[in-house]
Protein backbone atom coordinates (compact mmCIF):
# COMPACT_ATOMS: atom_id res chain seq x y z
CA UNK A 1 0.00 0.00 0.00
CA UNK A 2 0.84 3.71 -0.59
CA UNK A 3 -0.25 6.22 1.35
CA UNK A 4 -0.24 10.08 -0.08
CA UNK A 5 -0.97 13.44 1.95
CA UNK A 6 -1.38 17.19 -0.29
CA UNK A 7 -0.21 20.19 1.31
CA UNK A 8 0.50 23.91 0.03
CA UNK A 9 -3.45 24.42 -1.17
CA UNK A 10 -4.86 28.19 0.12
CA UNK A 11 -6.06 31.45 -1.16
CA UNK A 12 -4.67 33.36 -3.49
CA UNK A 13 -5.25 36.36 -5.84
CA UNK A 14 -5.03 35.82 -9.29
CA UNK A 15 -1.89 36.04 -11.29
CA UNK A 16 -0.57 34.55 -7.90
CA UNK A 17 1.45 31.06 -7.19
CA UNK A 18 0.99 28.06 -5.18
CA UNK A 19 3.34 25.33 -5.05
CA UNK A 20 1.61 21.73 -3.99
CA UNK A 21 3.98 19.25 -2.39
CA UNK A 22 2.62 15.31 -1.85
CA UNK A 23 4.77 13.46 -0.13
CA UNK A 24 4.48 9.24 -0.19
CA UNK A 25 4.76 6.89 1.90
CA UNK A 26 4.95 3.04 2.60
CA UNK A 27 5.72 1.04 -0.44
CA UNK A 28 7.10 3.91 -2.03
CA UNK A 29 9.44 1.61 -4.03
CA UNK A 30 6.67 0.62 -6.38
CA UNK A 31 5.75 3.98 -7.48
CA UNK A 32 5.91 4.47 -11.29
CA UNK A 33 4.00 7.65 -12.04
CA UNK A 34 2.50 10.59 -9.51
CA UNK A 35 0.69 13.18 -10.52
CA UNK A 36 -2.06 15.64 -9.35
CA UNK A 37 -5.38 15.45 -10.66
CA UNK A 38 -8.34 18.23 -9.77
CA UNK A 39 -12.18 18.73 -9.11
CA UNK A 40 -13.81 21.82 -9.25
CA UNK A 41 -17.84 22.15 -8.23
CA UNK A 42 -20.01 20.60 -10.21
CA UNK A 43 -17.10 19.25 -12.62
CA UNK A 44 -15.58 15.58 -13.23
CA UNK A 45 -12.08 15.27 -12.20
CA UNK A 46 -9.59 16.21 -14.34
CA UNK A 47 -5.85 15.39 -15.14
CA UNK A 48 -3.51 17.97 -14.46
CA UNK A 49 0.09 16.89 -14.56
CA UNK A 50 1.76 13.78 -14.12
CA UNK A 51 5.74 12.62 -13.66
CA UNK A 52 6.92 9.39 -13.92
CA UNK A 53 10.28 7.83 -12.71
CA UNK A 54 11.89 8.45 -15.32
CA UNK A 55 10.45 12.22 -15.60
CA UNK A 56 8.43 12.12 -18.40
CA UNK A 57 6.14 14.35 -18.11
CA UNK A 58 2.91 15.73 -19.75
CA UNK A 59 0.14 18.32 -18.96
CA UNK A 60 -2.96 19.57 -19.41
CA UNK A 61 -3.84 21.99 -22.46
CA UNK A 62 -5.39 24.45 -20.12
CA UNK A 63 -1.90 24.79 -17.45
CA UNK A 64 0.87 24.23 -19.80
CA UNK A 65 3.19 26.88 -19.46
CA UNK A 66 2.19 27.80 -16.17
CA UNK A 67 1.72 24.76 -14.36
CA UNK A 68 5.42 23.11 -13.42
CA UNK A 69 5.34 19.15 -11.72
CA UNK A 70 8.90 17.90 -10.69
CA UNK A 71 9.41 15.38 -8.26
CA UNK A 72 12.23 14.01 -5.59
CA UNK A 73 12.73 10.14 -5.74
CA UNK A 74 14.83 10.21 -2.44
CA UNK A 75 12.44 12.14 -0.62
CA UNK A 76 9.36 10.33 -2.17
CA UNK A 77 7.56 13.88 -2.63
CA UNK A 78 5.97 15.17 -5.81
CA UNK A 79 5.82 19.28 -6.34
CA UNK A 80 3.31 21.42 -8.52
CA UNK A 81 4.37 24.97 -9.02
CA UNK A 82 1.65 26.76 -9.73
CA UNK A 83 2.22 29.93 -11.18
CA UNK A 84 -0.33 32.90 -12.98
CA UNK A 85 -3.11 31.05 -11.45
CA UNK A 86 -6.46 31.92 -12.85
CA UNK A 87 -10.16 31.69 -10.91
CA UNK A 88 -10.56 28.48 -13.57
CA UNK A 89 -8.17 26.55 -11.36
CA UNK A 90 -10.29 26.44 -8.29
CA UNK A 91 -10.66 23.33 -7.11
CA UNK A 92 -9.83 20.49 -5.26
CA UNK A 93 -6.09 18.92 -5.97
CA UNK A 94 -5.57 15.13 -5.78
CA UNK A 95 -2.11 13.76 -5.76
CA UNK A 96 -2.32 10.40 -7.40
CA UNK A 97 0.87 7.62 -7.58
CA UNK A 98 0.48 4.22 -9.40
CA UNK A 99 2.64 1.17 -9.62
CA UNK A 100 1.46 0.23 -12.99
CA UNK A 101 -1.00 -2.25 -11.11
CA UNK A 102 -2.97 -0.13 -8.72
CA UNK A 103 -3.92 3.56 -8.29
CA UNK A 104 -3.92 5.35 -4.55
CA UNK A 105 -5.42 8.97 -3.96
CA UNK A 106 -4.57 11.52 -1.80
CA UNK A 107 -7.33 13.41 0.32
CA UNK A 108 -7.14 16.48 -1.64
CA UNK A 109 -5.94 20.01 -0.57
CA UNK A 110 -8.06 22.97 -1.32
CA UNK A 111 -6.92 26.04 -4.48
CA UNK A 112 -8.88 28.77 -4.71
CA UNK A 113 -8.31 31.80 -7.03
CA UNK A 114 -10.27 34.69 -6.00
CA UNK A 115 -9.99 38.45 -5.61
Known amino acids: QVQLVESGGGLVQPGGSLRLSCAAS????????MGWYRQAPGKQRELVAR???????NYADSVKGRFTISRDNAKNTVYLQMNSLKPEDTALYYC?????????WGKGTLVTVSS
Open 96 to 104: NADDLTMEY
Open 26 to 33: GRTFSIYT
Open 51 to 57: ITKVDST
